[in-house]
C-alpha cells in the first residue's frame, strides 16, 4: 500500500484522492459481494483473498511497533463483526438501501468519537462538511420512504455494521499512528482478520463450501484485491489526516454504489437519490474549502 500511495499527488492533496480513491475501490467490490447468489461463500472467499495478500505484505513489512497491538487487535474483532453484520444485511435487503444505511452512519459517530476519545477538534467549516455528507447519506438511505417492521432485521444489521465501521476506523486511525508502519499495520490487520469469516462459513457448510467457492472464485478474488487496496489507501490516509475528515470523505463510495444498484442491480435511482448524491457532493466542496 505504501508503494501505492507513492503515486499519488505528494502534500496535502494526496489525502483527499486517496480517500476517495478507496471511496470507489469500497463500492465496486461490495457491488462484487453482492452479486454473488450464495453470501456467505463470496465473503468466505473475499477473505481468504485478504488473508493471501497479507502474508506477502507481512513478509516485506517491518512488524508494528508494541503500542499498536491493542488497537490492531481490537479492530481486527471490529472488522469481523461488521463483515459478519454486512453479510446478514446483504442476505435480507437490496444492496441500493443496505449499503448507504452501514456506511452512511459512520461519519457522524467518527466524528463524535475522534472529538470526544482522540481529542481531535473539527473546525466549523469541517463540522458543516460532515453534517452535509451525512445529511445526503441519510437521504440516500432513506429513499424508498420509511421502512417497514419486516425490513427491521436487515436495517438492524446495516446499522450495526454502521456502528462496527466507526468503531474501527477510530482504532486504525490511533493504531497506525502508534505502529511505526503503516504497511505493517496493514499487512498484520488483513492477516488477522482474513481467516476468520473463512472458517466461520467452514464450519456452517463444512466440505461443502469448496464445491460453492469454486464457481465464483474470479469475482471473489476480485472482490478480496479490490477490498484491501480500499481500507489500506483508507488507513495510509489515516496517519496522516483527520480521521472525521477522512471518514465523510470514504463514504462518497454511497454515491458510487447509488450508480451501481440503478446500472448492475437495475434499481430506480429517483429524483431523492438525485439529490441525496448532490448533497455528498456539495459536502465534499464544504469539507475541501474548509481544510486548512
Same mark, same amino acid.
Given at each position: 500500500?505504501?508503494?501505492?500511495?507513492?503515486?499519488?499527488?505528494?502534500g496535502?492533496?494526496?489525502?483527499?484522492?486517496?480517500?476517495?480513491a478507496?471511496?470507489?475501490?469500497?463500492?465496486? $467490490?461490495? @457491488?462484487?459481494?453482492?452479486?454473488i447468489?450464495?453470501?456467505?461463500? @463470496?465473503?468466505?472467499l473475499?477473505?481468504?483473498?485478504?488473508?493471501?495478500?497479507?502474508?506477502?505484505?507481512?513478509?516485506?513489512?517491518?512488524?508494528?511497533?508494541?503500542?499498536?497491538? &491493542?488497537?490492531?487487535?481490537?479492530?481486527?474483532? %471490529?472488522?469481523?463483526?461488521?463483515?459478519i453484520?454486512?453479510?446478514r444485511? =446483504?442476505?435480507?435487503?437490496?444492496f441500493?438501501?443496505?449499503? &448507504?444505511?452501514?456506511?452512511?452512519?459512520?461519519?457522524?459517530?467518527?466524528?463524535?468519537?475522534?472529538?470526544?476519545?482522540?481529542?481531535?477538534?473539527?473546525?466549523?467549516?469541517?463540522?458543516?462538511?460532515?453534517?452535509?455528507?451525512?445529511?445526503?447519506?441519510?437521504?440516500?438511505?432513506? #429513499?424508498?420512504?420509511?421502512?417497514?417492521?419486516?425490513?427491521?432485521?436487515?436495517?438492524?444489521?446495516?446499522?450495526?455494521?454502521?456502528? %462496527?465501521?466507526?468503531?474501527?476506523?477510530?482504532?486504525?486511525?490511533?493504531?497506525?499512528?502508534?505502529?511505526?508502519?503503516?504497511?505493517? =499495520?496493514? #499487512?498484520?490487520?488483513?492477516?488477522?482478520? @482474513?481467516?476468520?469469516?473463512?472458517?466461520i462459513? $467452514?464450519?456452517?457448510r463444512?466440505?461443502?463450501?469448496?464445491?460453492?467457492?469454486?464457481p465464483?472464485?474470479?469475482?471473489?478474488?476480485?472482490?478480496g484485491?479490490?477490498?484491501l487496496?480500499?481500507y489500506g489507501?483508507?488507513? $495510509?490516509?489515516?496517519?496522516? @489526516?483527520?480521521?472525521?475528515?477522512?471518514?465523510?470523505?470514504?463514504?462518497?463510495?454511497?454515491?458510487?454504489?447509488a450508480?451501481l444498484?440503478?446500472?448492475?442491480?437495475?434499481?430506480?435511482?429517483g429524483r431523492?437519490? %438525485?439529490?441525496?448524491?448532490?448533497?455528498?457532493?456539495?459536502?465534499?466542496?464544504?469539507?475541501?474549502?474548509?481544510?486548512?
Amino acid at each position: 500500500m505504501p508503494a501505492l500511495a507513492s503515486v499519488l499527488p505528494s502534500g496535502t492533496a494526496a489525502v483527499p484522492v486517496a480517500v476517495l480513491a478507496a471511496a470507489v475501490l469500497h463500492a465496486v $467490490w461490495n @457491488g462484487l459481494a453482492h452479486r454473488i447468489p450464495d453470501k456467505l461463500v @463470496g465473503f468466505a472467499l473475499i477473505n481468504l483473498t485478504y488473508a493471501a495478500c497479507a502474508v506477502v505484505l507481512v513478509a516485506f513489512n517491518p512488524l508494528p511497533a508494541a503500542a499498536a497491538w &491493542p488497537y490492531l487487535l481490537a479492530s481486527v474483532v %471490529m472488522q469481523v463483526t461488521s463483515q459478519i453484520l454486512l453479510l446478514r444485511a =446483504y442476505q435480507l435487503g437490496d444492496f441500493g438501501q443496505m449499503y &448507504p444505511i452501514a456506511r452512511g452512519s459512520a461519519p457522524l459517530l467518527v466524528a463524535l468519537l475522534s472529538a470526544t476519545v482522540l481529542g481531535q477538534t473539527l473546525g466549523g467549516g469541517e463540522l458543516l462538511g460532515v453534517l452535509v455528507i451525512s445529511c445526503g447519506l441519510i437521504g440516500l438511505a432513506l #429513499a424508498k420512504g420509511i421502512p417497514g417492521r419486516a425490513q427491521l432485521p436487515a436495517l438492524g444489521a446495516a446499522a450495526g455494521t454502521g456502528v %462496527m465501521i466507526a468503531a474501527y476506523t477510530v482504532l486504525d486511525g490511533s493504531g497506525v499512528r502508534h505502529s511505526g508502519t503503516v504497511g505493517g =499495520y496493514i #499487512a498484520w490487520l488483513f492477516l488477522l482478520q @482474513g481467516p476468520a469469516l473463512a472458517l466461520i462459513a $467452514w464450519a456452517r457448510r463444512g466440505r461443502s463450501l469448496v464445491e460453492g467457492i469454486r464457481p465464483v472464485v474470479p469475482v471473489g478474488i476480485a472482490g478480496g484485491v479490490l477490498s484491501l487496496t480500499a481500507y489500506g489507501l483508507v488507513v $495510509w490516509a489515516q496517519s496522516r @489526516g483527520n480521521l472525521a475528515t477522512i471518514a465523510a470523505l470514504r463514504e462518497t463510495s454511497i454515491v458510487i454504489a447509488a450508480l451501481l444498484a440503478t446500472v448492475v442491480f437495475r434499481e430506480r435511482l429517483g429524483r431523492l437519490r %438525485m439529490a441525496a448524491s448532490a448533497t455528498v457532493l456539495a459536502g465534499i466542496a464544504v469539507l475541501e474549502f474548509a481544510r486548512p
